[in-house]
């Protein structure tokens, strides 16, 4: 498997777009010459200009390694650089270039067994996304928890998947913080300690819970689950924004 020394820029052809929400895309690009790459870990993307000029952003893989395949899950940021050319415009069979895997401590090892939480803020639903497969793929049998707070039912990423209840090991919650759909269990809101009480408690002193999302949902996640007693060193974060 890749560790942090793999940083060489590689070609990389988009193959697939596949639409997610009405911003959010999925991207699926061939690397010749990728080294695999751990559940959690994302990469650097660089486009070059005709003029020469270049921009490069950070995005999440989406899904396991898989020979020289990769995912990514980009959100268009409104006026953005990179972000909507990339989820609207790069054309099928187009060359970007990437660089990673990178980052080795937001990482989800399938030889891990304790109980482990994901705690997801909108597009942060991405690196998560990948643990789950690559879960779902190794038959593990380690308890899986995910909360995922979303806006909207609209705005839910991988939704037929993370609703698919044939993996017993895995639980899936959606919270919404603006509009709940009809029959909601939880009124629409931000996550609050009582969203997080039940699944922490679950976990042993040692499990892992990774948090992903916006900085201040990020924050804000962080400090519920050390209210809640949990170990910060056991709290492994990513943000953005």
């Known amino acids: 498997m890749a560790t942090a020394t793999a940083v060489a820029w590689r070609r990389a052809r988009l193959d697939e777009r596949r639409p997610q929400t009405a911003t959010a895309r999925s991207l699926l690009f061939t690397v010749p010459g990728w080294p695999g790459h751990l ?6 993307v660089r486009l070059t200009a005709d003029d020469g000029y270049q921009a490069v952003r950070s995005y999440s893989l989406a899904a396991p390694a898989d020979g020289d395949r990769i995912e990514l899950g980009v959100q268009t940021v409104p006026d953005g650089e990179v972000s909507p050319y990339l989820a609207d415009e790069l054309p099928p069979g187009a060359e970007v270039e990437v660089r990673g ?19 997801a803020g ?5 690196p998560l996304a990948a643990m789950i497969r690559a879960h779902r793929a190794a038959r593990s049998t380690s308890p899986l928890h995910l909360l995922y ?5 609209a705005d839910i ?9 044939r993996a017993p090991h895995v639980d899936v919650r959606l919270l919404y913080t603006r509009q709940a759909p009809p029959g909601s269990p939880r009124a629409a809101g931000r996550l609050t300690s009582d969203d997080l009480e039940k699944p ?7 499990s892992p819970v990774y948090v992903c999302g916006p900085t201040g949902f990020v924050e804000t996640a962080g400090n ?12 492994r974060t990513e943000r953005f924004g």
């Open 101 to 119: 895997p990178l980052g080795n401590w937001f990482v989800w090892r399938p030889e891990q067994t304790e109980p482990t939480l994901l705690v």
């Open 122 to 126: 909108g597009s942060g639903v991405v």
């Open 224 to 235: 519920l689950l050390v209210d809640l007693g949990r170990d910060p060193a056991t709290i």
């Open 157 to 165: 990423w991988y939704g037929d998947e993370l609703t698919d209840h």
């Open 39 to 44: 559940p959690g870990q994302h990469v650097d």
């Open 200 to 206: 922490t408690a679950r976990l042993e002193p040692t």
């Open 149 to 153: 707070s979303v806006r909207t039912p």
